[in-house]
């Protein structure tokens, strides 16, 4: 075994619903502005073009169950989501094989320190600032293929203090899973622990400390965070 210089990270672990194993991550991607809605209420124009991406790290998902507000921003907001857990990698992988690299899926939340995305936009600079700062990806258990399919139809919605904040459906997404996958693996070479997280729908908007965040997904189940 060799020495490290300093203590390496400990693994990034996800739950997974009825097991006591965990899931592997090794990269999160995340697509940007996957719903037509959503696009239009950030001032983009919702045609087919190709998608873009940006990256969370490993260890901003959290499954912990709560979401501490982060420092330097007071615009901080949720993107409810499902997050899509590959079992298998690989390069150039056709749609129609996309799904056969899937473990199983999960909710999720991009939380957004908005007011630095659109300070780093503005200048045209990188988003991580914004999106990938500690625990800025809540997540739930992954349910596997095997229990739960593969989800292509349903309602996503995020109500916060009860109030229903944002509602679609997975059919609304501008870029289906496979394609997202297949999609992907031309310009990375896709692992086994790579995780995806598909985009969200309109309604997206601030947050405060005191706040209760619940996702939920048709056939995932829910996922209740407090803002603390």
């Not at 075994?1 to 999160?28: C, H, N, Q, T, W």
Request: charged share 20%; proline share 11%.
């Amino acid at each position: 075994m060799p020495e490290y210089v300093v203590e390496p990270p400990k693994p990034i672990g996800l739950p997974i619903a009825g097991s006591d194993a965990l899931f592997p991550v090794r990269r999160v991607y995340c697509i940007g502005r996957n719903y037509a809605a959503h696009a239009i209420e950030m001032g983009d124009d919702p045609d087919r073009d190709p998608p873009f991406f940006f990256q969370k790290n490993p260890d901003n998902l959290d499954p912990s169950g709560d979401f501490p507000y982060p420092t330097q921003s007071r615009d901080v907001h949720y993107e409810a989501e499902m997050a899509v857990a590959l079992k298998e990698g690989g390069t150039n992988i056709p749609v129609n094989q996309a799904l056969d690299h899937v473990f199983g899926y999960a909710i999720a939340l991009d939380m957004t320190r908005r007011d630095l995305q659109s300070a780093a936009k503005k200048k045209g600079r990188p988003w991580e600032v914004g999106k990938a700062f500690e625990r800025s990806a809540p997540i739930g258990p992954l349910h596997p293929v095997a229990e739960v399919g593969h989800p292509s139809a349903g309602r996503l919605e995020l109500t916060v203090n009860g109030e229903i904040r944002q509602a679609g459906d997975l059919n609304q997404m501008i870029w289906k899973v496979p394609e997202m996958i297949s999609y992907l693996s031309d310009y990375f070479e896709l692992a086994p622990g790579d995780v995806i997280l598909s985009g969200t729908p309109a309604g997206v908007g601030p947050v405060v400390r005191g706040d209760v965040m619940v996702a939920s997904v048709e056939g995932l189940g829910t996922l209740r965070i407090p803002v603390t």
